[in-house]
């Protein structure tokens, strides 16, 4: 998302994004002389987060996190995006074996279920982990990587940094890949056991959260907020209320499209409404599909018995943006 516009506690901190940068580098280049090959994959099921901006994904993996049954990029493993080993055993270090709050309150070891605009505050909450996968796709002005220039992605090295996290917690991996919703076949064939949970929203309710999100983000409602579907320019001329109903539309149709060849073994459709109301069938029905991809059944649910689900306005008028959104899409 541009940086030009963002409301001032959305805008990013020039000294410590110079500061990542070099820190990242440093480690990097101690990774790069020690590793001969990029030789290590995942042994167990990785899970993808997928589906459309403020569908409910961040509750989804704070769910997934606060469960204690998978690994996932946490806020302060994130920060050492170029090397999630290192990430990764920071994180050991200095949160989970920090039981006498030598380091950081015991409050950074919890993970609660809220959030922001899909961030989050706490050592041990799930993040977004965008700049872990830029590092592998190059992206232009959409999110839609042609099958040319997937060809360049590094997958052995995608791959040993996924069995590193993998490795370090012992743990099956979860993290969000929404970064990718327009090429999940290409994830697919080249993840040993993936698992796309696919959450989705009603879709006038999705579209009345992304027009408050550019509100809260931007200030204004005419920015163009997260991930840029293909069908973008086409949209341009419409107002934001169109705009976002064509964005969640063109978002849902390029999921199900990318994940219309993929087993039923390997995805998960997740309605948000049906997951907050009773969290207990979506861990049942994830439990049966680990079991099948080969993970031990995760065991009885001790989560909490329902989430409150944020009602957006059902205005009317959205019936209206969704038509004219789905006869500009074709």
Request: with cysteine; charged share 20%.
């Amino acid at each position: 998302m541009q940086e030009e516009g963002r409301q001032p506690e959305h805008r990013r901190i020039p000294e410590l994004e110079r500061l990542l940068v070099e820190l990242n580098a440093i480690v990097e280049a101690g990774v790069l002389a020690r590793t001969d090959a990029w030789n290590l994959r995942p042994r167990r099921p990785t899970l993808l987060v997928v589906g459309c901006a403020r569908s409910g994904t961040t509750l989804l993996m704070q769910w997934l996190a606060a469960s204690g049954r998978f690994a996932y990029p946490t806020n302060l493993a994130s920060r050492l995006y170029a090397s999630p080993l290192v990430g990764a055993l920071l994180h050991r270090i200095l949160v989970e074996f920090d039981t006498r709050e030598e380091i950081l309150p015991a409050a950074s070891r919890r993970v609660d279920f809220s959030s922001a605009l899909g961030k989050t505050r706490g050592a041990s909450q799930p993040h977004e982990y965008w700049y872990w996968w830029r590092r592998f796709f190059t992206f232009g002005e959409t999110q839609q990587i042609t099958e040319s220039a997937l060809e360049s992605v590094d997958v052995p090295r995608l791959l040993h940094e996924l069995a590193q996290i993998e490795q370090t917690f012992d743990r099956p991996v979860a993290l969000k890949a929404m970064i990718l919703n327009w090429n999940l076949p290409f994830l697919f064939r080249v993840l040993p056991r993936p698992l796309f949970v696919n959450v989705r929203r009603d879709p006038a309710a999705n579209a009345a959260s992304l027009l408050s999100a550019r509100r809260n983000f931007y200030g204004s409602t005419s920015t163009w907020y997260s991930f840029k579907p293909p069908e973008y320019r086409v949209l341009l001329d419409a107002g934001p209320e169109v705009q976002v109903a064509g964005q969640v539309l063109a978002t849902q149709r390029a999921v199900q499209a990318g994940l219309a060849d993929v087993p039923a073994v390997n995805r998960l459709d997740v309605e948000y409404e049906r997951f907050c109301g009773a969290p207990r069938a979506t861990w049942d029905a994830l439990s049966e599909r680990l079991a099948a991809l080969g993970e031990p059944a995760l065991g009885p649910y001790a989560g909490p018995p329902s989430f409150d689900a944020p009602r957006q306005a059902a205005d009317p008028d959205w019936s209206h943006a969704l038509a004219h959104a789905a006869r500009l899409l074709g």
